[in-house]
């Protein structure tokens, strides 16, 4: 969610490689970003005076918003809007017990395409305190352990709990106590080094330069209104 998406569209556009397209209006202006022909991203904005920080919001599939949404509350969580009818689909903002906010989607996910191209998100990480009462209430909520074990699997790697779907490492829960609880993104890029620099000249700023991980070159950085995000080199 941005402030200005003409603006995130200015500082993503080039550094990303994005290609737009126009987006539901329901909420306010939108766009979606597209990789190789993929919708890999949403951006937004928020109408009226509410103006919350810009952040990026992961959003997880799910068959049924509404049971999803039950079972968030049933186990600790809080559920800041829906589930609603949006875009074809239903959604619902949420956060964890801890505090980190993720979004539910059921419907048309977009990304029947697994996309490891320079530009789309390719990982997602939970920063928080307890990573494993974190895991476990994700695992009850989007029923990670009742899955096809051959698609899905959960498993403990480099101080981390990371879930693989259809081969893929995809996210991971990682212990984070000097920060808020949050999920970040990271999306794929060529170079994360030359990255680093051409965020700069388009506005925005370093949070920490490139370093080499378990998973690949990592940078975070912000974008030009301040958003979080990470970038990873591509494989």
């Given at each position: 969610m941005a402030r200005d998406p003409e603006v995130a569209r200015a500082f993503y556009g080039p550094l990303l490689g994005w290609e737009f397209e126009r987006g539901p209006d329901g909420w306010g202006p939108s766009l979606r970003a597209v990789v190789d022909g993929v919708e890999v991203a949403g951006i937004g904005s928020v109408a009226g005076?509410?103006?919350?920080?810009v952040a990026w919001t992961t959003y997880f599939g799910t068959e049924a918003a509404d049971l999803t949404a039950d079972r968030v509350r049933e186990r600790g969580g809080t559920?800041?809007?829906?589930?609603?009818?949006?875009?074809?689909?239903?959604?619902?903002?949420a956060s964890d017990p801890a505090g980190?906010?993720?979004?539910?989607w059921e419907g048309d996910l977009g990304c029947a395409t697994w996309v490891k191209s320079p530009g789309a998100p390719v990982w997602i990480e939970l920063r928080t305190a307890?990573?494993?009462a974190s895991a476990l209430f994700?695992?009850?909520?989007f029923g990670w352990d009742g899955r096809d074990p051959s698609r899905f699997e959960v498993?403990?790697?480099?101080?981390?709990?990371?879930?693989?779907a259809d081969g893929h490492s995809v996210a991971a829960l990682r212990r984070a106590a000097d920060?808020?609880?949050?999920?970040?993104?990271?999306?794929?890029v060529a170079d994360p080094d030359r990255a680093v620099g051409q965020a700069?000249?388009?506005?925005?700023?370093?949070?920490e330069p490139p370093a080499d991980s378990p998973y690949g070159r990592v940078a975070r950085l912000r974008d030009a209104e301040g958003g979080l995000f990470s970038v990873i080199g591509a494989k």
């Open positions: 005076d509410w103006q919350p920080p559920l800041a809007v829906g589930p609603l009818a949006f875009d074809a689909g239903r959604l619902a903002l980190a906010a993720f979004g539910v307890d990573p494993f994700y695992g009850e909520v498993r403990y790697e480099h101080e981390r709990v990371v879930l693989r920060t808020a609880p949050h999920w970040e993104v990271f999306f794929s700069a000249e388009l506005g925005g700023a370093v949070v």
